[in-house]
């Protein structure tokens, strides 16, 4: 084998041969482009597409790993849908607990839960105190810019240019 070379056989390859499929006609109803991915569980997908959501339970779209389907706004297609293996349960993508909750096909919308664990009460950090710092020839805070009086060097000013000589090595 030559190195970057890529063999590949005479036959197509028919994917997802022996496993059960669906058509499914789905309507895009929102106003923006949904694209839905290879192995997202179909019934779970966003809200503003209609589609049977009962029927389409455990499968996922029919297209090669890594590929997705686009749905523009307000227009309708067919897709074609692959049923997932195993028990057909996809826990780490449902946005319902189907041992808990019986399917309606609807989407119930959650509260969203603030930073921090739910039920721990986090003390508000304090604020770090101003410190002093010397600007010019004021004394001024910090967060107090009205004290702030900036100074500037002019051309001939003995002093500043004497500091200046100093630290050059």
């Keep these: ?25 789905v309507v895009n109803a929102g106003d923006r482009a949904i694209q839905i991915g290879s192995h997202l569980h179909f019934p779970d997908a966003n809200p503003a ?10 499968f996922r779209l029919d297209v090669p790993a890594g590929t997705s ?18 028990r057909r349960y996809v826990p780490g993508l449902q946005i319902e607990d189907l041992s808990k909750e019986p399917r309606t096909g609807e989407r ?4 969203v839960v603030p930073f921090g664990t739910p039920g721990v009460e986090v003390p508000e950090p304090e604020r ?29 000013d003995q002093d500043a240019t004497e500091d200046t ?3 050059q090595p």
């Design 49 to 58: 597409l209609r589609f049977d959501r009962e029927a389409c339970q455990g």
């Design 69 to 86: 389907v686009r749905l523009e706004p307000g227009v309708s297609r067919t897709v074609e849908l692959v049923a997932l293996g195993g």
């Design 165 to 167: 000589e100093e630290q």
């Design 128 to 156: 770090a105190s101003g410190t002093t710092m010397r600007v010019g020839e004021v004394d001024a805070h910090d967060g107090d810019p009205a004290e702030v009086v900036p100074t500037e060097v002019l051309p001939g």
């Design 1 to 25: 084998m030559i190195p970057g070379e890529i063999r590949t056989r005479s036959v197509p390859l028919d994917l997802n041969a022996d496993r059960e499929r669906l058509s499914l006609v």
């Design 108 to 111: 119930v919308p959650r509260t």
